[in-house]
């Protein structure tokens, strides 16, 4: 399974983006797909998860109301919509995915496909 994030960037407090992670490979096979981000310094954290099945989701507290995480089988891709963005969301965000049920959705050990991560800049 290849993972491809894109969509990244740089806005102003306040701004919106949209990630897009698409998949390639055993993609019918996949069932859990998240998106987790990475700021200087810190730990990798868990953003947000979909069930690529049932359309389950999951959020960080930090992003609820703000980001949408949904899913196009059809495409093969995860999209992670990101409003009202803050300086503190400001990382390299990444998209995984794993073949079995995860019992963490927000839990990066979870996971056994990554992709290249795509740089998001909230400017205050």
């Known amino acids: 399974v290849q993972l491809q994030a894109s969509g990244g960037g740089l806005v102003q407090t306040g701004g919106s983006l949209r990630l897009s992670c698409a998949a390639s490979?055993?993609?019918?096979?996949?069932?859990?797909i998240a998106w987790f981000r990475q700021a200087p310094g810190k730990e990798r954290e868990g953003v947000s998860y979909?069930?690529?099945?049932?359309?389950?989701?999951h959020y960080a507290e930090s992003v609820k109301g703000r980001f949408t995480i949904s899913r196009d089988n059809a495409k093969n891709t995860v999209s992670l919509q990101m409003n009202n963005l803050k300086p503190e969301d400001t990382a390299i965000y990444y998209c995984a995915a794993d073949l079995l049920r995860v019992g963490v959705p927000l839990d990066p050990s979870e996971y056994a496909y990554w992709g290249r991560g795509t740089q998001v800049t909230v400017s205050s």
């Open positions: 490979g055993f993609t019918s096979d996949l069932y859990a």
């Open positions: 979909i069930n690529r099945n049932d359309g389950d989701t």
